[in-house]
């Protein structure tokens, strides 16, 4: 049974909508400066995954080559584009709060969150690694963060971010089921390489929360598919 999965969609939808509903009651300073800690943590995480790389030219050029399929796709505009879809269908009968926060600022915080809690390094480390061993250790910790980061976000950016309990769902049960056929495949090697780029943009994700440098983070997303791979051949 997908245990850490089960655990973090419930943890991020229910924080989500926890915020959404009760948001008025937390106080500005709060929703406005507790962010920051987010970043700084999703920061930290990404430290020790990087870390742990074991082959650099692979995981150097999974970044490069991930973002340069990232933009030649458009991943970032077309999720963009996806969400003010949905912020546009959903205002009428949820509440999609942008307080004092520009369209831009707005669609910069939900993107960061929605990738935060969907295609964080974390994340498909452990939903894969629980799919092949069991272990949910990993998604609790991350379960726990994403609680308090659900609540905070939710306060700020309404009910739209319960909504990413459905990306987030989607791909973890997703790599849940297919770690069995993945990872006889792998090694250790390829497994901390494969969390190095995890971690790097996860570094981005927090640097982009903590309003200190903006990334396409979704556009360097297809690096984690070509990682493994490019190790494979070059390690």
Not at 125 to 146: N, R, Y
């Amino acid at each position: 049974m997908p245990v850490g999965p089960t655990i973090n969609v419930l943890a991020t939808l229910i924080g989500s909508l926890i915020g959404a509903s009760l948001g008025h009651y937390v106080p500005e300073k709060i929703k406005d400066n507790l962010p920051q800690a987010f970043g700084l943590i999703a920061f930290s995480l990404g430290i020790p995954l990087v870390v742990s790389m074991t082959h650099m030219l692979s995981a150097v050029l999974a970044i490069l080559l991930g973002l340069i399929i990232g933009e030649l796709l458009n991943l970032e505009k077309k999720l963009t584009s996806l969400t003010n879809k949905l912020k546009r269908s959903l205002e009428k009968r949820l509440t999609v709060r942008s307080g004092n926060l520009s369209k831009e600022e707005f669609m910069t915080q939900f993107m960061a969150v929605f990738v935060l809690f969907s295609a964080s390094g974390l994340g498909v480390i452990g939903a894969m690694g629980e799919g092949m061993t069991g272990d949910s250790s990993i998604l609790i910790l991350k379960a726990t963060l994403d609680f308090f980061t659900a609540i905070i976000f939710g306060a700020k950016l309404g009910h739209l971010v319960s909504l990413t309990a459905i990306s987030q769902g989607i791909v973890m049960f997703t790599l849940y089921l297919l770690g069995a056929q993945i990872m006889p495949l792998t090694t250790p090697e390829m497994l901390s390489n494969f969390s190095a780029v995890g971690g790097m943009i996860m570094l981005a994700t927090g640097l982009q929360i903590m309003g200190i440098k903006e990334f396409s983070i979704t556009n360097f997303l297809p690096a984690l598919f070509i990682v493994m791979p490019l190790f494979y051949l070059l390690a």
